[in-house]
């Protein structure tokens, strides 16, 4: 399975929102394999943000959100705050694990 | 509160061998399928191998195939990776994450932090 592409880098000011892509191609973002997000600070464990393509784990902030179209997946965070600042990575099982490359995303 | 804390990591030389401890603490382990899943800063995220509950099932990554191998103790809330063979291109940050899976749903819910395995040319 090839890997989602998600953007290097993203950047936002505090309050504002922004989105970051996940890319993947008909056989498997396209064809309906549910996609998840996580968020990941340096040094600690990864967390689970989004799964089923929009729904939020019990104690997410619902300043996370989920959603699709076509082959692509996006994750949008709304009233930016400076704890978001972390890396952020998509997933989804296509006959196997598949993961995106990764986002860093700066507040500004 | 759920606990996965990831042990073993080092440095290590080309050809030698690294075996990983994960232990689970705060759900249900002897339940639950269990992963490795590793990290590399040129790569990004890549699955390592799985295994069921009660251990019927395990996969492994074409890259790791007949090099590692996965293993649980369920009495112990324990996971296991040990790696053999073990080659520059497996230098990363190795995690442990349970993953849920139904019919149509995949993701992973619980990770540890991960522990960094170098390995030295």
């Known amino acids: 399975q090839s890997a989602l592409t998600q953007p290097a880098f993203v950047s936002g000011s505090p309050g504002q929102s922004i989105t970051i892509s996940c890319t993947g191609s008909s056989s498997d973002v396209g064809s309906y394999k549910i996609v998840s997000w996580y968020q990941h600070h340096p040094g600690k464990a990864p967390k689970l943000l989004i799964y089923d393509d929009n729904n939020r784990p019990s104690g997410v902030s619902n300043r996370f959100s989920g959603s699709k179209s076509g082959n692509t997946a996006s994750l949008t965070i709304s009233g930016l705050q400076a704890e978001d600042e972390a890396d952020y990575f998509c997933s989804l099982y296509s006959g196997g694990w598949v993961f995106g490359g990764g986002t860093k995303l700066t507040v500004l | 509160e759920v606990h996965l804390v990831e042990s073993g990591g080092g440095l290590v030389k080309s050809g030698g061998s690294l075996r990983l401890s994960c232990t689970a603490s705060?759900?249900?382990?002897?339940?639950?399928?269990m992963n490795w899943v590793r990290q590399t800063p040129g790569k990004g995220l890549e699955w390592v191998s799985s295994i069921s509950s009660r251990s019927s099932s395990i996969y492994y990554a074409d890259s790791v195939q007949g090099r590692f191998t996965i293993s649980r103790d369920n009495a112990k809330n324990s996971l296991f990776l040990q790696m053999n063979s073990l080659r520059a291109e497996d230098t990363a940050v190795y995690y442990c994450?349970?993953?849920?899976?139904?019919?149509?749903?995949?993701?992973?819910?619980?990770w540890g932090q991960g522990t960094l395995v170098t390995v030295s040319s």
């Open positions: 994450a349970r993953d849920l899976r139904g019919s149509e749903t995949y993701y992973y819910d619980y």
């Open positions: 705060g759900f249900s382990f002897s339940s639950s399928s």
